[in-house]
């Protein structure tokens, strides 16, 4: 158990939807990473958090958004759904620097029908 | 953009020493070498990082040439439960926008 959770485990939605992803990092780090994995496309760095500003971009498209809240979890926001969004989502957590151990959470699996 | 190319898979038998190769040949001067390993519906999870030369801790060494162009990760004595995928991952120190995980290399450990 990295003590990082995500919520829910699973989620099932249909194109054009919304969905919120949830991610409480381990206590005492403040930084928050968000990822996506998928079959085609290996583990892409979204975008990361630290204390409860954004700190880098990656791979994020301008449908999908985060926030870190000032209790430290992190919420990852996902908007008109495509078909291609589904993958397994997943946050990580670290005390702050790059180079910081990445504690990396369960993950949230997102199908998008 | 530090790239990084690795095998896509390799086999080994239980018991046998396991080396991974990792190629980053655009590291720059203030990038660390990370190395994760993910079991299936898992999150990645950490083994070890290194800088230069060579680092060991409880699991596996990671070995750096001098002009820091690839890196070797070393699993000694590998299990059945070592089967996975890992990730060799170039790391920024000023920031996290150039994260890059490799495409991984599935290993797969028989008896």
């Known amino acids: 158990d990295s003590g990082v959770t995500q919520t829910p485990k699973h989620l099932i939605t249909a194109t054009g939807q919304r969905v919120t992803l949830r991610c409480s990092p381990r206590?005492?780090?403040?930084?928050v990473y968000w990822y996506q994995q998928s079959l085609d496309q290996g583990l892409q760095f979204l975008i990361q958090?630290?204390?409860?500003?954004?700190?880098a971009k990656g791979n994020i498209l301008e449908r999908f958004s985060a926030q870190q809240f000032p209790d430290l979890h992190s919420e990852l926001n996902l908007s008109s759904l495509e078909l291609g969004d589904s993958a397994l989502y997943f946050c990580?957590?670290?005390?702050?620097?790059?180079?910081?151990?990445?504690?990396f959470g369960p993950g949230t699996r997102l199908t998008v029908l | 953009l530090a790239k990084t190319t690795q095998p896509i898979s390799m086999d080994s038998y239980e018991g046998q020493e396991v080396n991974i190769t990792c190629s980053h040949n655009?590291?720059?001067?203030?990038?660390?070498i990370t190395w994760y390993q993910q079991f299936p519906s898992q999150g990645p999870r950490f083994i070890i990082q290194?800088?230069?030369t060579k680092v060991t801790n409880e699991v596996a060494s990671l070995f750096i040439p001098a002009d820091r162009k690839s890196s070797t990760l070393s699993l000694p004595r590998v299990s059945l439960s070592d089967t996975a995928v890992y990730y060799c991952?170039?790391?920024?120190?000023?920031?996290?926008?150039?994260?890059?995980f490799g495409t991984g290399t599935r290993l797969q450990v028989t008896l």
């Open positions: 990580a957590s670290c005390l702050g620097s790059p180079t910081d151990t990445q504690y």
């Open positions: 290194g800088y230069k």
């Open positions: 655009n590291i720059a001067t203030n990038d660390y």
């Open positions: 206590s005492g780090d403040l930084s």
């Open positions: 991952l170039v790391v920024n120190t000023g920031t996290a926008s150039k994260l890059t």
């Open positions: 958090y630290y204390n409860g500003e954004e700190r």
